[in-house]
């Protein structure tokens, strides 16, 4: 199969970890293809998804009934989270010993991580580590702790755990809320404390957001957003962010 091809599968087979469907006129926009394209790629394609009613789903035939059930996300704007996590995945380099944070953006990061590229991943959440441990050359370590269904996190219940014991080079924070002046929040008070100590301990803090967090402000506070090295997001920024951090990668 063409690599091209192939790669637009791969995408569209992640996708569809996160939903039960994708609209073809949905999937063209995200992979920047003719509708067209994805028909033929889908016709020549013998894996797991075919396209019935204008909807790609899995194939019913093919599909395995007992497999794990990834904790199911947000699916609104998943062309932000997929712009967000190539930008996000470029970043990561050989050898790098990275801590991904829970979020519905954080896994489509790890799944645009070139495969070929080998590194260390410490992750905090079960549709995360789900994703990095299929990456061939991708050393995994999960964080333990109770589980929480409605965020796929892991709560430490222990005072020390992995995430003390290791220095990354970079985190991948997300966030619900980023505010010029407020700082930037989540919904959740126990991932704070998780957030907070993956940015004490790594070289480089990295805010990972869409634009349709900017303005907004929650009740779980993180930090303030010079706390951060880099900022990801899908779109420019208003003029009262300017000045507030470093550097940001959005193209």
Do not use: W
Not at 20 to 28: E, P, Q, T
Not at 189 to 195: M, Q, Y
Not at 198 to 223: C, E, P, S, W
Request: charged share 25%; net charge negative; with cysteine.
């Amino acid at each position: 199969m063409d690599t091209k091809v192939q790669s637009r599968i791969h995408k569209l087979e992640f996708l569809l970890k996160q939903m039960d469907k994708i609209h073809l006129r949905d999937a063209a926009d995200i992979l920047n293809v003719s509708e067209m394209t994805i028909r033929r790629d889908l016709n020549t394609n013998t894996g797991s998804i075919v396209l019935l009613g204008g909807y790609i789903v899995k194939d019913p035939q093919k599909s395995n009934e007992n497999g794990y059930q990834i904790f199911e996300q947000e699916t609104k704007h998943i062309a932000e989270k997929m712009h967000i996590g190539r930008l996000g995945a470029e970043l990561v380099e050989e050898g790098d010993v990275v801590f991904f944070d829970c979020g519905s953006t954080i896994p489509f990061i790890a799944s645009q991580i070139d495969s070929s590229i080998k590194f260390t991943a410490l992750c905090c959440s079960i549709n995360t580590f789900m994703v990095l441990q299929e990456k061939p050359n991708c050393d995994v370590i999960l964080c333990g702790g109770k589980y929480s269904r409605h965020n796929s996190f892991l709560n430490s219940i222990q005072v020390h755990n992995e995430l003390e014991a290791i220095c990354t080079t970079k985190a991948f924070i997300s966030a619900a809320g980023v505010d010029a002046k407020r700082g930037v929040s989540c919904f959740n008070f126990d991932e704070v404390k998780t957030k907070q100590r993956a940015m004490a301990k790594t070289q480089q803090a990295i805010l990972v957001f869409d634009h349709f967090k900017v303005n907004k402000v929650r009740q779980a506070y993180i930090g303030e957003l010079c706390e951060f090295d880099l900022i990801v997001t899908d779109q420019l920024l208003p003029t009262e962010f300017e000045g507030k951090i470093p550097q940001i990668k959005q193209n």
